[in-house]
Each structure stands twice: as C-alpha cells, then as structure tokens.
C-alpha cells in the first residue's frame, strides 16, 4: 500500500489540520492525497482517520463526541532523536515497530510520522457511534488500551504521550514533517496485518478519568512563590531535574500550575530553558493560555493520565499548584512584620479570619496582632467584637446563603436571582466561591456575565431549547441551543464560535452554573413557543399570522428567516408584477411562487414547475421576482450546484414557501442529477439519519412548490415515467426585452417582502374562513379546464391537470387581494393562464418510456443490420422477413446502455405486442425462445418488424 492507497480506508471525506496556522479543511475523500501533498510542501498536516458528523462547521476539526464512525484506532509511539531528546522514549523506529508487533493485538499497518511511528488498529467494518453508549465504550476502549501500551512501554523504560483519544490528530502520510529546519516526509511504511472488531478490545476498557481541572484563581496575598512548588512537588521537580525526558503532555500540566502563581511566568521560563528545544515564544504562548483559563490540571490526572509515580496517598493537595498558596500561619507571620496598618486594613475580612485563627491556634501571635492593630487607629474592643462577627459568619458563608437579585445593565432579567455560590456583573462576569485552606477563595469561571433569558419549545417535535444572554465586546449577544448541548460539557465548546466565552477548560463548570441557574430561576424564566421550519402552524402561518409570540430555533434558517422582510416600495413592486403579468410565461411563474401556502390547505401534492429557454431570456430576473413575494430573493433563491443534504435542508425550513433553484445547466450529473433532485424533494421528505447523539436525526418534510430555471428541459428522452409526471416543464421566454429584464433585477432587489404577508392573510381571513371555499374553488376550476380542454379535441389533458388547476386558483386569488380584479376578471384571465399551460404542457409531452425504447430498438436494428448475418462476428441474431431474432443478451446490453430497464421495455413490448410470445410447457408464455445461430442454440428475443432485405433500408 502506498500513501494515495492509503486514504482509500478513509470515509467519504476527511477533515485536514494544518499547523502552526492552526487551519481546517473538510476534502472528499477522492482529493486528500494531492491536497496533502501540497499543502504539506509548506506546513505540517494532520488527519484521523474517523469520520466526523457532516454538520461539523467547516473550521472545526472536532472532538470525541463529533466522531460518528470509527475506521481505526492508532497508537502514536515518539522516538529518541534530533527532535524529541527525551531520554526515556525508544532509540529508533525499528524498536517502536517490533515493540508494537509484540503485543497480543498487532497493528494491522505502520506509518512513519517523520519522528516517530504510529500504528494503526483497522476494524473489519466501521463502526456506527451513533448511539451514546457505543461512543462511550469505543472511547474507553482505547483509552484501557492506550493505557496498557503505556505501561508496557515504562517496563522497557520508554515514557509515551498519553494520546489516546478518538478524535486526535495524526501527521499526514504524503506530507511533510517540518518540526526541524530540514523537513522530513511522512508515509506508509507497510499494511498487511490483521483487521479487528470493536470487541477484540473488549479486554482492555476503562471508565471515563475524573475531572481532570479544577477552576482556580490566586490572590497575590495569600500565595507564595512558584519556588514553593518545585520544592513541594516530586512532578514538577522533573523539569528542573530531568528537563530532556518531559514530554509535552507533562510540560503543559507543568505550565498550567506553575504560571498561575505571581513569579510563575518567570520560573517557568526559566525552568524550560533548560531543556535543550526551549522556545520562548512558545512557552511564553502556552502562558498566556494557562493564565487566561485558569484551571489547572489536577493531581488525579497527573497520576491517572500522565503514569507519573506522585507518593502513595498523594501530597494531600488537589494540584500542585496549592502547594504554592500559604498557610494561615504563614500569612499571619506576613503581617506581623508590617510596623503599622491603617483603619481598613484592621477590619478587612481577611484580617479578621487571620486573627480568628490565631485566636484559637496561636494565642502569642494573636497577641502581637493586637499590638499592630493598636497602630491603626481601631479601638481593641471593637475589634474583638468584629472578629467574633466575622467568626459567627463563617459558621455559614455568605456567598452559600444570600441570593442578590441579578442587575446586568441593558436587560430586563424578570428578578431572577444569583444561584447560591455564583456571582454575576458585567464587571468580572460569573464568579464563584469556595474555600482553600479555610480561606473563601473567590474563581472566575467566566470573564462574561451569561444569563439563562428564555426556555424554547418546539411546537413540531417537543423538543426545548434555551436562549442564553451574554455581553460581548460591550453589547448584549443572543444564543439559542438545545438544552442537551447547553447541559453538556463536551457540545458546550462549541458555542465559543458564536462568542461565548467556553473552552474545554470550562465547559464542566459553566454546566453546573447553567444548572444551578434555571432550579433557581425556573419560574421566573419567560416560555416560549419555537418553531424550526416556516409555513403552516395550525391556522396560523409562520412568520406572517401568529396568535402569541413565536420565535425560531432551527439551525438551517440562520440565512432565510431574516429574509422574509419587507424592504423599500410596495407600489413599485405592484406596478412592476402588473407589466410582467401581460405575459403567460412570467405571470405562470409568479402564480407558481403564490400557490405554494396554499398546497397543504388544498391537500395537494408538491408543484415542481421547471421553465426553461435560451440564454438571456430574463428566467433569473423573473425568478428572482417571484421570491421577492416573500422576501429578500438574493437570500431565498438557490440553485442547483448544492448537495441532496443541502437542498433536503433548504426545502424543509421553506416547508410551505417556494424552493427557487437556478441555472439547471450547472448542476454535475455525475454528483448529484437532476432525476435525483426531481425524486428527491418531490417526495416531501429527507433521508434518514442517524443522530451523532444516537438514535436518529428529525427527518425534515415540506409541500410546497420547487421552481427552476435553465437552458434545456429537466428530463430528456430517457427520462423515467416518474420524472415526467412529477416536473410541471413550461417553455417560453418569460422577458422579451432584455433592458427591462435588468430593471426587473434591481426592482426585486430593492422592493420585496409585501405581497407574500398579504397573500397569506387573504387566505387566512378570507378563503379559509368560509367552509369548503378553497376546495370548492379548486374543484371549479379544475373541472372548467378539462372541460375546455377536452373541447379543443387535443386528447387527454394530462397528469398535470391538477397542478395547473392550483397554479391558477392561485393567480386568480393573487388577483382579486394584490391587484384589486373583480371576481369575473379574475376568473377569466386565471382560466386563460390555465388553458396556455396545458397547451404549452401537451406540446411538450413525451412518450412513455416504454414507445421510447421500441423507436430505439426500431433504429438500433437499422443501424446494426450487418450484425445479423450468421457470416460475421459479432452476430446479433437473424432477420426473417417478417421478424428480427435478436440474441437475448445483446439487447439487454444494447438498452442498458442507452438507459432503459431491460426488464420493463421487455414486459411493455409484450404487452403492446411489439414482440412475438411463445408457450412454454407449463401452459405459460415466454418472451424468448431458442434459435440456432452460428451453430448454436441461443436464446433470443423475436422483434415484430418487418425487413425488406434486398432493400438498403427496411420499416
């Protein structure tokens, strides 16, 4: 297997991470290789080789719970050299290789990462993470089994990162490896082990580590020096000791106690310079991180997830970065050997717990305490009596008993309350407290006040969300997420794109605060009716006629939704759709836009109305008029360069509103063609999906109509039955005059929004209203077509009949609400409308698939008349006079290839008695029989035409 092979294991697309600009590619599958060949020219590239969840946003990599199949599990194995000069790691990669391959469980390929080797644990199958318990179990999974290879490997004396995980990153094959001066490549070194099933690693499981951060924020007065931890702390004491055998994990736990201390910015600098790699820039980044989220890694994870050897019991620390905080004793020697204080300084709190412990624990130091206050001014007694105050609070802390009304500037909170422990202020935003040492020891968890504003449900699906306020750059920033994401720490993150400011080193306690929020808060917190699609609620229509407050909560609607507007001049507009209604092509496709509310009250079908004629014929501009009913058109029109998902998406937040798709021509048939599309939204429903949470994804479903536009017909001559029923094709030139067609661009770009909220009130207060009014209409209509039509003697109307019927009922409703034609007028001119579309429909109409593959076959045996002489090779059969025996085989090949089903023209020809039928034993017919050509008995198919033989061509 080489690299491009390689990424044929791979899923149908794969997420690229390049560094150090930190940059993410979602690349199909088909293009990784050249993409990381070029890419890895100049930067270092990483992929894993599980697929994530296809709404990932494209910027993000994703985590462990955005994995929603497994391809493979990789250990990732440093070696001793010019960049990693860590003594405990293995000497070369022969030795990483053979000391893999000696484990019960080998890997089934190695790759070189330049430095290093990973191997790679290929499953037999993927497998599906689509449910939360089979994610849970692959993680622990190769977290046990990470674990052993970690143990196994100190046995050897080797220290290996602790980097297993399903979502991490790995060095790219076909790349570049740039870590030194001189780039190294990464490749495949081999593939030709065993393959796996999730269970063959059933042995090696292990829960989910405990939390591995605790918030913490230092006070300068009541911590010492980072000198403290490095005396205390047998870990950290490896980077002063043994700095060439850190490795990175460790360094950065190091780094996220050490910095948070007053001189720690300044000791870790000095301490990592002695590693022979030190980059100050780098270390002086990983600062500023640990600073900024202060949580540092806890002494559990450094055990549990780092293998360090921390003493029996532990150091009776949580992190090492306590041992740096003084003692009670310590801070009260501090200020002791201050000479004097002032009044405040006397009765700040944090004097008064330092003398109500030496009260109790150190009388002589209390002693000389009260001498230094004697100093400030404060008269001892009061004093006494401020200690004793402050004593008795401590019994029951403040911040655990009393709840403030929250006051944020800017918003209106209803008198929700702080949640015991938390406080909340555009100043420092969400703070809590707790005690360290028997000192309240106050944390920021978030440096922006966040606030619970709203709960959602969703009037389709049940289901709740929540909307969160929070103030960013000095303005309040709205956030609607489903509860299930808010109330998890591990989705949470992900909010940080929209502004909130969460990170993984958060995300566990702001889940607590968003908890203790809403129990404390829970009657106070408005609820509110949501919606993720527009149209049809009941007899309300959203967002146009609502009965109470509706908001919207769906993700997909982020661009449509503040598209239904209205924006500049109504009379404009009116007179501009009074000029383009004079023709049948444009009125067709503006009454195509208004009959698209009306679909579900009428209980019809989906309308899938395709217009189609040369270029410059003013298709868009009138395209892009018929959506300026509803709203912005740049906004609501797409086309057809989209994938099935993204159009699935589309016409489901549209729900009862019309699909515009533009420009048919540039849509890639070999992707996604236009069959598809016809199938696929005119059954008014998605695929579906498996959820990456488990379970499955809310298929999305809409009945409205589809208009498109293009330079050529949406089925052709090989078209299935199916898509001709289903498209509605109209052919004609909808704008003569091309200046004005220009015009009509700007007027729908400027003026939009106002004829659709009109539209649906007059259906609301008037149509629907009166019982039986809109189906009677429609009845009417639909019967005066066809009985007009019938009287031209033009045949069967069609199976378009019905849709027109609505098209028109809907020009005629458009007429009487928007431009104030009586009932007569507009009755006649929406019948005219109708009767020019069935005209325009009967020319076009095609024959059935079934005729279609005769008149091929009638032409493919012509073509081919030479090839039914027995004396050449290939033979297709005989001719009679009467009668083409064609091999069985040749035909089918020949239909196929042309894009027919063999076995539907074949049961067609029998019936319309194209071909001859023959008994068979059992009292049945066949379509074959057996002809001897060339010498041998050969099945064939007797085709009912007549050659004239002598003749250079026959009928």
């Given at each position: 297997m080489d690299d491009r092979e390689f990424y044929k294991l791979f899923g149908d697309e794969v997420i690229i991470t390049t560094l150090p600009d930190r940059k993410h590619f979602r690349v199909p599958a088909a293009e990784v290789y050249d993409r990381v060949v070029e890419i890895g020219k100049s930067r270092n590239v990483y992929i894993n080789p599980n697929t994530r969840r296809a709404d990932l946003p494209p910027h993000l990599r994703g985590e462990d719970d955005d994995v929603e199949t497994l391809i493979a599990f990789v250990a990732d194995i440093d070696v001793h050299g010019p960049a990693h000069k860590e003594t405990e790691l293995p000497p070369d990669k022969d030795s990483a290789m053979a000391f893999l391959d000696d484990m019960k469980i080998k890997p089934t390929g190695f790759v070189n990462s330049g430095y290093g080797?990973?191997?790679?644990?290929?499953?037999?199958?993927?497998?599906?993470?689509?449910?939360?318990?089979?994610?849970?179990?692959?993680?622990?999974?190769?977290?046990?089994?990470?674990?052993?290879?970690?143990?196994?490997?100190?046995?050897?004396?080797?220290?290996?990162?602790?980097?297993?995980?399903?979502?991490?990153?790995?060095?790219?094959?076909?790349?570049?490896?740039?870590?030194?001066?001189?780039?190294?490549?990464?490749?495949?070194?081999?593939f030709d082990g065993p393959r796996y099933t999730l269970e063959d690693f059933a042995g090696y499981y292990e829960n989910s580590p405990s939390s591995d951060r605790e918030p913490f924020e230092a006070d300068p007065e009541t911590t010492g020096s980072a000198n403290r931890i490095m005396e205390r702390c047998a870990f950290v004491q490896k980077l002063k000791n043994h700095p060439n055998s850190v490795t990175e994990p460790e360094w950065k736990a190091m780094c996220d106690n050490i910095s948070l201390v007053p001189d720690g910015a300044e000791l870790f600098h000095e301490w990592s310079a002695l590693y022979d790699g030190y980059s100050e820039e780098e270390t002086e980044r990983k600062i500023q991180r640990s600073q900024k989220v202060k949580r540092p890694v806890t002494c559990l994870y450094i055990r549990e997830n780092l293998c360090f050897d921390c003493p029996a019991g532990g150091c009776g620390v949580k992190a090492p970065v306590v041992h740096a905080l003084l003692s009670l004793h310590e801070q009260l020697e501090i200020l002791l050997?201050?000479?004097?204080?002032?009044?405040?300084?006397?009765?700040?709190?944090?004097?008064?717990?330092?003398?109500?412990?030496?009260?109790?624990?150190?009388?002589?130091?209390?002693?000389?305490?009260?001498?230094?206050?004697?100093t400030s001014g404060v008269g001892i007694r009061d004093f006494e009596h401020a200690v004793k105050f402050t004593a008795d609070k401590a019994i029951e802390p403040e911040f655990d008993s009393m709840q403030a009304e929250i006051n944020l500037d800017g918003i209106d909170l209803n008198g929700a309350v702080e949640p015991a422990g938390y406080q909340i202020s555009i100043e420092e935003g969400i703070c809590s407290t707790s005690y360290i040492n028997g000192v309240p020891i106050k944390v920021s968890l978030c440096h922006q006040p966040v606030v619970i504003t709203a709960r959602l449900e969703n009037i389709d699906s049940g289901m709740e969300m929540m909307e969160l306020a929070f103030m960013r750059n000095g303005k309040w920033k709205t956030l609607r997420a489903p509860r299930s994401n808010l109330f998890n720490k591990t989705s949470l993150v992900k909010y940080a794109d929209s502004g909130l400011l969460v990170s993984s080193d958060n995300s566990e306690g702001m889940v607590r605060y968003f908890t203790d929020y809403e129990t404390e808060n829970g009657g106070v917190i408005p609820f509110i009716r949501s919606v993720s699609r527009i149209g049809w609620i009941g007899k309300e229509f959203y967002p146009y006629v609502t009965e109470g407050e509706i908001v919207f909560d769906g993700d997909d609607g982020e661009e449509i939704l503040p598209a239904l507007t209205a924006k500049g001049d109504f009379e404009v507009w009116l007179e501009t759709a009074k000029v383009l209604r004079e023709s049948a092509v444009s009125r067709a496709m503006l009454a195509g836009s208004f009959v698209s509310p009306m679909l579900s009250p009428l209980q019809n079908r989906i309308i899938n109305i395709h217009f189609w004629y040369a270029s410059g014929s003013g298709k868009t501009a009138m395209l892009k008029f018929s959506l300026s009913v509803w709203g912005n058109p740049l906004k609501l029109m797409g086309n057809f360069n989209s994938t099935a998902v993204g159009l699935e998406r589309r016409a489901g937040t549209l729900k009862h509103l019309p699909l515009g798709l533009d420009e048919l021509q540039v849509l890639n048939e070999k992707r996604l063609s236009s069959s598809t599309i016809v199938y696929s939204l005119g059954n008014g429903y998605g695929k579906t999906r498996g959820s990456k949470n488990g379970g499955l994804q809310e298929v999305p479903t809409w009945l409205n109509s589809i208009i498109s536009t293009g330079e050529q017909p949406i089925t052709n001559e090989t078209s299935m039955d199916g898509i001709n029923t289903r498209v509605l094709e109209v052919y004609g030139q909808p704008i003569e005059d091309m200046e004005y067609g220009r015009y009509v661009h700007q007027?729908?770009?400027?003026?939009?929004?106002?004829?659709?909220?009109?539209?649906?009130?007059?259906?609301?207060?008037?149509?629907?209203?009166?019982?039986?009014?809109?189906?009677?209409?429609?009845?009417?209509?639909?019967?005066?077509?066809?009985?007009?039509?019938?009287?031209?003697?033009?045949?069967?109307?069609?199976?378009?009949?019905?849709?027109?019927?609505?098209?028109?009922?809907?020009?005629?409703?458009?007429?009487?609400?928007?431009?104030?034609?009586?009932?007569?007028?507009?009755?006649?001119?929406?019948?005219?409308?109708?009767?020019?579309?069935?005209?325009?429909?009967?020319?076009?109409e095609k024959e059935d698939s079934v005729d279609r593959a005769w008149h091929f076959v009638e032409g493919w045996v012509?073509?081919?008349?030479?090839?039914?002489?027995?004396?050449?090779?290939?033979?297709?059969?005989?001719?009679?006079?009467?009668?083409?025996?064609?091999?069985?085989?040749?035909?089918?090949?020949?239909?196929?290839?042309?894009?027919?089903?063999?076995?539907?023209?074949?049961?067609?020809?029998?019936?319309?008695?194209?071909?001859?039928?023959?008994?068979?034993?059992?009292?049945?017919?066949?379509?074959?029989?057996q002809k001897r050509i060339q010498g041998v008995n050969t099945r064939v198919v007797c085709l009912k035409i007549d050659v004239d033989t002598e003749a250079e061509e026959f009928l």
């Open positions: 080797i990973y191997g790679y644990y290929l499953f037999e199958e993927p497998v599906s993470l689509a449910d939360d318990d089979t994610r849970e179990r692959a993680k622990g999974l190769l977290r046990g089994f990470g674990k052993l290879l970690i143990s196994e490997a100190s046995k050897r004396g080797w220290k290996l990162d602790n980097v297993y995980n399903i979502s991490h990153m790995f060095r790219a094959p076909g790349s570049l490896n740039h870590k030194l001066d001189e780039p190294v490549p990464c490749g495949v070194l081999s050997a201050k000479k004097k204080i002032d009044g405040d300084e006397a009765l700040d709190d944090r004097t008064l717990r330092l003398a109500g412990y030496a009260k109790v624990k150190a009388p002589a130091l209390y002693a000389r305490l009260k001498q230094l206050i004697k007027v729908s770009e400027d003026n939009y929004g106002f004829a659709g909220e009109k539209f649906v009130r007059y259906l609301v207060e008037k149509a629907m209203p009166v019982k039986g009014k809109l189906s009677g209409d429609y009845t009417k209509i639909r019967s005066e077509l066809k009985k007009s039509f019938e009287m031209l003697d033009l045949g069967d109307p069609g199976a378009h009949l019905d849709n027109i019927a609505a098209i028109t009922l809907a020009d005629k409703y458009s007429s009487e609400c928007l431009f104030s034609m009586s009932d007569e007028d507009a009755i006649a001119e929406a019948l005219e409308l109708g009767m020019t579309l069935l005209h325009n429909c009967k020319s076009l012509a073509e081919n008349k030479n090839r039914f002489d027995t004396a050449v090779s290939p033979c297709y059969g005989k001719i009679d006079k009467h009668h083409v025996f064609v091999i069985a085989s040749v035909l089918r090949e020949a239909l196929e290839d042309s894009g027919f089903i063999y076995t539907k023209c074949i049961k067609g020809f029998h019936d319309r008695e194209y071909i001859e039928s023959f008994s068979n034993s059992e009292g049945g017919n066949n379509n074959q029989t």
